[in-house]
């Protein structure tokens, strides 16, 4: 971060600008993206209006040239770990989440239909997967989905790189849940429910999931969503599990009924 005042003696005014993506809010990077003329961005990061910047001296403009010249570099995240917890308004801590497993089966829902309906891009989605999370910290609730709506922009003064290292880290955790889950829980249909058009079910997603948890009660979906994520699992591979001996027990069955009509 460097310092530098504009105007003249008497009305001289004090400024700052950042000098690497560390320093910069989430805000400022959404406008940097919106933004390619060099002026505008040293306005976006240094908070001086259009009008004020025609008063900095050649000298103080250059080296403010200098300075940002980050934005032009490509950002290595690789370089930022996820923050223990992060300032959220008036220096509000809140904490990251080390294991999403442990929230509810709906917020890892909801980070999961993100993902997909934006190609697994984490940078589209940075505001809504830190918000997916922090909301019940911020409102000291449950968590609401339409809660994370309405804090929409409410990050804009965190710091980008934080707001950014939480995203990615969420989506990591999530896609080692999916995988997980594809090798655990995977279900293969029988040739009969094939024939009876069982993917008929497939564009239902999660939800198919969610019916069965609910009972097949639409009054309980809300119940379901809350319950945390590790429960969920353990009922769904409890259920296979259960699947898995009824069907073995029926072939032994069978095969004694078929034995003892010989």
């Known amino acids: 971060m460097i310092k530098f005042t504009s105007g003249k003696r008497k009305n001289k005014k004090f ?21 390619d003329n060099e002026l505008e961005m040293i306005s976006i990061l240094t908070g001086i ?6 008063l900095i001296s050649e000298g103080s403009l250059l080296k403010l040239s200098l300075a940002i010249g ?10 930022y770990a996820p ?35 934006n190609e697994k891009d984490e940078a589209k989605i940075i505001e809504e997967s830190v918000l997916i999370y922090a909301q019940p910290f911020i409102d000291n609730s449950e968590f609401n989905l339409d809660r994370v709506i309405e804090l929409k922009n409410s990050l804009d003064n965190v710091f ?16 080692e849940i ?31 999931t969610v019916k069965a948890l609910a009972e097949n009660n639409v009054l309980n979906y809300e119940k379901v969503l809350r319950i945390e994520y590790n429960t969920v699992f353990i009922h769904l591979l409890m259920k296979k599990t259960e ?15 078929k034995r003892s009509r010989k």
């Open 83 to 117: 923050p223990s917890e992060f300032n959220y308004k008036q220096n509000r801590k809140i904490p990251f989440v080390e294991d999403i497993r442990e929230k509810n089966y709906g917020q890892k829902i909801f980070l999961q239909h993100l993902l997909i309906e």
């Open 49 to 54: 209006t259009s009008e004020a910047i025609n």
């Open 243 to 257: 699947g898995i001996y009824q069907d073995n027990y029926r072939k032994i069955l069978d095969q004694k009924h």
């Open 160 to 175: 980008f790189v934080d707001s950014y290292s939480i995203a990615i880290d969420y989506a990591n955790q999530l896609r």
């Open 178 to 208: 999916v995988e997980t889950e594809a090798k655990q829980l995977n279900v293969q249909p029988t040739n009969e429910q094939k024939a009876a058009g069982v993917d008929m079910f497939l564009k239902f997603g999660v939800m198919n």
């Open 15 to 35: 400024y700052s600008c950042p000098t690497s993506w560390g320093e910069i809010t989430f805000k400022q990077w959404k406008d940097l993206n919106a933004s």
């Open 70 to 79: 980050f934005v032009a570099k490509p950002l290595q995240m690789e370089n």
